[in-house]
């Protein structure tokens, strides 16, 4: 299998189910009973393949991390409950007290929220750089670092930084480069042939499949050498190439708990089938409302990686395939002419997630960030001034219409 | 010869099996899915074809279920 819908389609667990089901059921169940009191130590141990408790793992769960594992060629994947809980399941398994990360201060608000109001005080610096500048980023870079975390398009501010010249100084200094991928996913990113080591995804965006469930998957990609990270070195001793899985898998997220619910992993595997479909759509119908608001005397800027003008355009086109993913922001006059553009909406829904299969309208700055003062907003580029659109897949000439008659009455 | 696999002992009908030989002997699902200690040391994928076993060995098969793979 090569085509990315085929493995999507036909990718997952071992084995054919015992009714010849051709969809992996809902195991919606918690224990899975051993045949011994000798099985079932061993199944603790990890000698034994088989299930035994679902926070830990679970047979429908893992066909999603089957699929997943296929789709992204990587080493190994972990389904968990949220894009956040993935995040934060990597960077404890990463890293711990008196380390440091560097970060963009161009990240998800919830991203930075968990990096400095949550694990800072547990003694995890948080080193913020520019992603576009790789001598900062090296700079940065010291002995106690335990991950460089980027997003393959920052949200809001749709920043690309260049993979491959990020992954050649990660791979000199041996850290391991983290990437949230969700607004590209594996089908637009292949994260391991751009020297990714770890990559995060939400699955509740578009794997989905129309904003169904909540959920997230880390996959190590296979690039790093985990007997040169100093938390993970003891686990290559018992576990060898699968060193950060199974520090996962048998500590940070099995003690954390944040487990993905097996209805989920069920919609998700759903989802994946007809992503790429879907992801073809959106991308299609962000471009055209990108050029649409780009003529609008009353939308003072957009900006999108697909449009020529993006200063990330030429970066984005190289990395993703000469498609830019489907979210944009523009901007107009004031924080009260947005809220009154939203209001006028009909189609176009008020609310916060991206790649829903709806077009969805949010002001980040209330929203998202509204935790940050006004002077902090700013420094992460995230202005009164701006909405960010999450494109679904309708037809695009009802989503122009919907803006067009919104913009008419500002 | 006898070896040990897992704490119990089996029977190999074959001598000097390489790892990689031995999975398949011992009908190992998914054995892309499995990482293997020899006498307590957690032996590279790159030697599974290279690596004999011999009589006596203490070999732990490992499982990291679900999301595990060669690469």
Redesign the interface.
């Known amino acids: 299998m090569k085509g990315f819908t085929t493995k999507a389609i036909h990718a997952g667990s071992?084995?054919r189910d015992v009714h010849g089901a051709l969809r992996v059921p809902v195991y919606d169940c918690v224990a899975f009973e051993q045949e011994s009191g000798r099985a079932i130590q061993?199944a603790f141990?990890?000698?034994?393949?088989?299930?035994t408790y679902s926070r830990?793992?679970?047979p429908t769960?893992?066909d999603l991390?089957?699929k997943?594992?296929?789709l992204s060629?990587?080493?190994?994947?972990?389904?968990v409950a949220s894009g956040m809980a993935a995040i934060s399941n990597t960077i404890l398994t990463l890293a711990g007290a008196g380390d440091n990360i560097v970060t963009s201060p161009h990240i998800f608000g919830n991203t930075l929220s968990l990096f400095e109001k949550t694990l800072q005080p547990w003694g995890l610096e948080v080193r913020l750089v520019s992603m576009s500048d790789p001598v900062q980023v090296a700079d940065a870079i010291d002995s106690r670092t335990s991950a460089v975390f980027l997003e393959s398009i920052t949200n809001p501010q749709l920043e690309v930084a260049d993979c491959k010249a990020l992954s050649r100084i990660t791979r000199e200094k041996k850290v391991p480069l983290v990437l949230d991928n969700t607004v590209m996913t594996p089908y637009l990113f292949n994260s391991r042939e751009f020297g990714v080591d770890i990559e995060i995804l939400s699955s509740t965006k578009y794997i989905s499949g129309g904003a169904t469930s909540v959920g997230g998957i880390i996959i190590d990609t296979?690039n790093f050498d985990w007997g040169c990270s100093a938390k993970l070195h003891s686990w290559?001793?018992?576990?060898?190439?699968?060193a950060f899985?199974?520090a996962m898998?048998?500590e940070i997220y099995r003690n954390i708990g944040a487990c993905m619910s097996p209805h989920n992993a069920y919609l998700q595997s759903l989802g994946l089938e007809t992503m790429a479909l879907r992801i073809d759509k959106s991308c299609e119908n962000a471009l055209e409302l990108a050029r649409f608001l780009a003529t609008k005397p009353q939308v003072t800027g957009v900006d999108y990686p697909g449009l020529k003008k993006s200063a990330c355009h030429l970066i984005a086109r190289q990395q993703f395939n000469n498609k830019f993913g489907g979210l944009l922001t523009f901007d107009l006059e004031s924080k009260e002419r947005c809220f009154a553009f939203m209001d006028t909406m009909r189609i176009i829904r008020r609310a916060t997630n991206v790649n829903d299969n709806k077009t969805l309208i949010l002001h980040p700055s209330s929203t998202i960030f509204s935790e940050f003062p006004e002077k902090r907003k700013t420094e992460l580029g995230v202005r009164p001034t701006m909405l960010r659109l999450s494109v679904g897949i309708e037809d695009v000439e009802d989503l122009v219409d919907d803006l067009e008659k919104g913009l008419r009455t500002l | 010869m006898q070896i040990r696999i897992?704490?119990e002992d089996e029977q190999v009908a074959k001598s000097g099996v390489s790892i990689a030989e031995l999975l398949i002997l011992k009908k190992v699902?998914?054995p892309d899915?499995?990482?293997v200690?020899l006498n307590g040391e957690?032996?590279?994928?790159s030697q599974y074809h290279e690596l004999r076993v011999h009589e006596g060995d203490e070999l732990?098969?490992?499982?990291?279920?679900?999301?595990?793979?060669?690469?």
Not at chain 1, 73 to 79: D, M, S, T, V
Not at chain 1, 236 to 242: E, L
Request: hydrophobic content about 35%; charged content about 20%.
């Open positions: 071992r084995g061993l141990e990890g000698k034994k393949p088989t299930h830990i793992t679970n769960i893992e991390e089957q997943m594992l296929q060629g990587g080493r190994a994947a972990l389904a296979g290559t001793k018992t576990s060898g190439q699968f899985l199974a898998r048998r | 897992n704490g699902e998914s899915m499995v990482s200690q957690i032996i590279d994928r732990d098969f490992l499982y990291f279920m679900g999301g595990g793979a060669f690469s």
